[in-house]
């Protein structure tokens, strides 16, 4: 699967002040079946691991200064994201999200007490402690 979907520029201005956000954080354990607007899909998957300065710094040979730091700047963190359409794989250096697996080769289970993903190739679980 090689799809790609260019995201739209992150909105990296205004929003709401963090120690407002760090007082109202809470967990939920119910979701909505609602598809995630693409604006606010990108300034998510922005915040978690976007270049703020695309020319500076250097991780594996790649340039880039993210907003999540990493130990001596190895940059290892990949960021999936499922949707109906297929499983994608988040890329900052072209703020995209690239196709690795299709809705067929995935089957989603979120029962109350189990979360998995199973795929073709292989089975993630993880369990509430």
Sequence with gaps: MEQAIWLPQPQTTGGKPLMDCLR??????????????????????????????????????????????????????????????GVYLYEPHGHELRGVLPTTSVRLSTSPSRRSCSTRRSTWSTWPT
């Design 24 to 85: 109202e954080r809470h967990s939920t354990r119910e979701y909505s079946r609602r598809e995630v607007p693409v604006q606010e899909l990108s300034n998510l998957l922005w915040a978690a691991f976007g270049l703020t300065r695309e020319h500076a710094g250097v991780g594996i040979g790649r340039p880039g200064s993210h907003t999540a730091p990493t130990a001596c700047n190895y940059q290892l963190i990949d960021i999936y994201v499922a949707r109906a359409d």
